[in-house]
């Protein structure tokens, strides 16, 4: 019989995706504010590790779901 968080896989599944793309957005909206404040500040030199991360999350952001 099971038992706990078995009884229920298709919940726990769709749970675990929405949480993932969540996750996963917000990661991709705290890069692009990090970039959008290094431009602002005048920082270009530190805007680009920051853009870089920004892109790599965009185009990581599919496969984690």
Not at 3 to 20: C, H, K, M, N, Y
């Amino acid at each position: 019989m099971p038992t706990g968080i078995d009884q229920e896989p298709g919940l726990a599944r769709s749970a675990s995706v929405v949480l993932a793309a969540s996750a996963a957005s917000r990661k991709v909206l705290y890069f692009a504010g990090a970039v959008a404040f290094h431009l602002r500040a005048g920082d270009r030199k530190g805007a680009s590790p920051a853009a870089a991360l920004t892109m790599a999350s965009v185009a990581l952001t599919p496969l984690g779901s």
